[in-house]
């Protein structure tokens, strides 16, 4: 069975990009990070910080790239070719234009939406069949229109969507035992089942 040996969470290094929601994945694996007890330590032969969890009966390495956003792939293929973790064992936590705040979406493969870390990764990785966790972070055209798209996402969500999109992510959180289990049909339904944070 194939399981989730490696969560990757994307963002921009750096204290003036820690609120940005470019920066949602960063967020997700400091939950994990904080959960399970682990520490961050950086790695400069994976171009990023690494730490280890044991998450039931699995060891996961979870990475945040130091890279910047457009040079994720460099990252985690990095420690991916390293420990011999083949694309489908790999989960990609990421910001989400597409999706409102307050939403998660587990998917494997398919396109990069214009994502500059999911394209990378992509190119890095040999194509695109590792899995993704789309944190919704909105699209300035509904939320904020006239806004330009990347002075959106290098930006502090409100109040508002901070609280949904943190929400969210605790609920994702509660499904990452079952991802490292393989149980990803479990882990999606919940997921995408449950009601959506106002």
């Known amino acids: 069975m194939t399981t989730i040996r490696l969560i990757a969470g994307l963002g921009n290094p750096g204290t003036e990009h820690e609120t940005d929601r470019h920066n949602a994945g960063f967020w997700f694996v ?91 990764i992509s190119a890095a990785m040999g194509g695109p069949q590792y899995w993704r966790l789309r944190i919704g972070i909105g699209h300035p055209r509904d939320l904020y229109p006239g806004r330009e798209v990347i002075d959106f996402v290098l930006a502090r969500p409100s109040r508002d969507e901070q609280q949904a999109i943190d929400a969210r992510m605790d609920l994702a959180l509660d499904q990452v035992p079952a991802l490292t289990q393989g149980h990803f049909e479990r882990a999606g339904q919940r997921l995408h089942t449950q009601a959506r944070t106002p």
């Open 30 to 120: 400091d939950r994990i990070a904080r959960a399970h007890g682990t520490t961050w330590r950086s790695e400069s032969r994976f171009h990023g910080d690494v730490a280890r969890a044991q998450i039931g009966s699995t060891d996961v390495w979870l990475l945040k790239p130091t890279t910047y956003m457009n040079r994720s792939g460099q990252s985690v293929s990095s420690l991916a070719r390293f420990y011999r973790i083949s694309p489908a064992e790999i989960l990609v936590a990421h910001d989400e234009l597409d999706l409102p705040p307050g939403t998660v979406r587990l998917k494997l493969g398919g396109g990069s939406g214009g994502h500059n870390g999911l394209k990378d």
